[in-house]
């Protein structure tokens, strides 16, 4: 039998947003990213996949060389602002709201690291991959070995 003390306590959207919110600065001002649910985040993924699929392929980038991946990021990052201020403003509706205001006033420079801020919010494992490669790396080859 299950009684009221046993059943998890249910948490609003507030509280479960509020963990993970990243503030950050335009021009001044300061506005929230808030994490996205499941299926908002892999929309907003599949949608930057798509508009920077073309610019990897021009640029013949292999998903496993982070070489070749950095190399394509730099060139998204420096030859392609306007579409980093378009996936960011796709990312929150604050911001969106107040682009005409954030262009007058912030710098490119800014847009960049919030940008970073929200792929940071759209990719949360990416600092476990990152860690379970650090990881690898102080491992002696020959204890990866299976043979």
């Known amino acids: 039998m299950t009684t009221e ?3 998890p306590q249910e948490r609003t959207e507030e509280q479960i947003v509020s963990v993970a919110t990243v503030r950050v600065t335009l021009g001044g001002s300061t506005y929230e990213l808030k994490p996205k649910v ?3 985040a892999a ?3 599949e949608k930057l996949l798509n ?3 073309p ?3 021009a640029l013949d980038v292999k998903p496993d060389d982070p070489e070749s991946f950095s190399i394509a990021l730099q060139a998204l990052l ?3 602002p306007d579409l980093i201020c378009e996936l ?3 990312w929150s509706d604050g911001i969106r709201d107040n682009l005409d205001k954030i262009k007058e006033e912030a710098t490119d420079q800014e847009m960049v690291t919030v940008f970073t801020a929200v792929l940071s919010l759209a990719y949360p494992f990416s600092f476990v991959v990152a860690t379970m490669g650090q990881l690898l790396k102080s491992v002696p080859a020959t204890a990866r ?3």
Do not use: H, P
Request: charged fraction near 30%.
């Open 78 to 80: 420096l030859n392609f």
């Open 5 to 7: 003390n046993d059943k």
């Open 38 to 40: 499941i299926n908002e």
């Open 51 to 53: 508009r920077v699929a």
């Open 88 to 90: 960011t403003c796709d």
């Open 55 to 57: 610019l990897f392929t």
């Open 43 to 45: 929309r907003w993924r």
């Open 145 to 147: 070995s299976t043979n």
